[in-house]
């Protein structure tokens, strides 16, 4: 069955456009000399992959306005993934992660080049120095790709306004992060504790992953209001779904799947969901292993797996798997009561929230 990412050669579209983005980049810097070539490949070798979620659900809120597929519609849609490449070069560098997508993060990669080359100062500087320049680049390069798309000036005007949000709650979001991270955890109740973590879930992804993107398409499109609420609501909990199972797969997640290896989550010690749970539900014992460990670069396999343990046993993993099944069910309830969006995409959106929650990815 083709996955409904791949409707109407949507991921291959996305590439082609995303391909000539930076060919077009790369003559714009031709000026400045081979140097800036770094910068140029860490980015386009971000961009070679990735399910598209974001740009499928800009492009299936245009069209559930009824509006037709054109090129046009793509190179927007195509702007989401620019934006996202933003998120996440900027994101490894906060969390100072070492892979994505099964290859070295930016600032890893950028670092390796330095000492390779024999270069003078520090090697990790560096590499973090240039990530950063290459995440503002694509944010950059978002803006533009947004006005140019040669989508009618009046649709763009009216998507505007939720595009700007986007990009202004979204690094708002990742602050949140930051703060949560460092903000003490062990001492607050379990609500407050799941209550600042889907904060950050709800700022920091389930927003920019679905919500933004399906209202700048259906935005753009010129969807009546009722239905852009009820599109809101299917965003946010699809959305918020998305990043709980995406919580699960950084503590249990197949390296070969995830790109990133197993247990990261735990030695980057995220405060998640899912570790809110874990922290009410475990013993004593399993508490003390968990201040003791949790947030641990230097973690082996086998202290990554008795962490898991702890998570499994304490009834975390099962309270993750109810609330993402009920967010799944809301989002298509939600879905079902937009009354003027196309057969078509309904059809699509609703096989989205399979393909964005699914147990592996």
Not at 36 to 64: E, N, P, Q, T
Not at 120 to 140: H, W, Y
Request: glycine share 10%; hydrophobic share 40%.
């Amino acid at each position: 069955m083709t996955s409904p990412l791949d409707e109407a050669d949507l991921r291959a579209r996305v590439q082609t456009c995303l391909d000539g983005e930076l060919h077009h980049q790369a003559d714009v810097l031709a000026e400045l000399g081979p140097d800036v070539s770094d910068l140029l490949d860490r980015i386009g070798s971000l961009l070679s992959g990735g399910k598209r979620l974001r740009a499928a659900f800009l492009y299936w809120g245009h069209r559930a306005a009824g509006r037709p597929d054109s090129d046009a519609l793509v190179r927007l849609a195509s702007s989401m993934e620019l934006f996202q490449a933003a998120a996440l070069i900027h994101d490894d560098v906060m969390d100072d992660s070492d892979t994505r997508r099964g290859m070295p993060s930016a600032h890893r990669a950028l670092a390796t080049a330095h000492t390779e080359r024999g270069w003078g100062g520090d090697d990790e500087r560096f590499g973090q120095a240039g990530a950063i320049l290459a995440g503002n680049l694509c944010l950059t390069w978002t803006d533009e790709l947004y006005a140019t798309s040669g989508l009618d000036a009046a649709d763009l005007a009216r998507g505007r306004g939720v595009f700007d949000r986007m990009r202004t709650q979204l690094m708002a979001g990742q602050f949140l992060d930051v703060v949560d991270s460092v903000r003490p955890w062990d001492d607050l109740a379990e609500d407050e504790r799941i209550e600042r973590a889907q904060r950050v879930i709800r700022y920091k992804s389930a927003k920019y992953t679905v919500e933004h993107p399906l209202l700048i398409g259906a935005t753009t499109g010129g969807l009546g209001a009722s239905d852009l609420d009820r599109l809101s609501a299917y965003g946010l909990d699809v959305g918020h779904a998305f990043q709980l199972r995406d919580d699960l797969l950084g503590v249990f997640g197949d390296p070969s799947a995830t790109g990133k290896p197993a247990g990261d989550d735990l030695r980057e010690g995220k405060r998640t969901v899912l570790m809110a749970h874990t922290l009410s539900g475990t013993n004593a014992a399993g508490r003390a292993l968990l201040d003791a460990s949790l947030g641990r670069p230097d973690l082996s396999d086998a202290e990554v797996d008795e962490l898991r343990a702890v998570i499994v046993a304490s009834g975390a993993v099962d309270a993750v798997e109810r609330e993402i099944g009920e967010l799944a069910s809301r989002a298509l309830a939600a879905l079902a009561e937009a009354r003027s969006i196309t057969d078509e995409s309904r059809t699509v959106l609703a096989a989205l929230v399979e393909t964005s929650t699914a147990r592996s990815t």
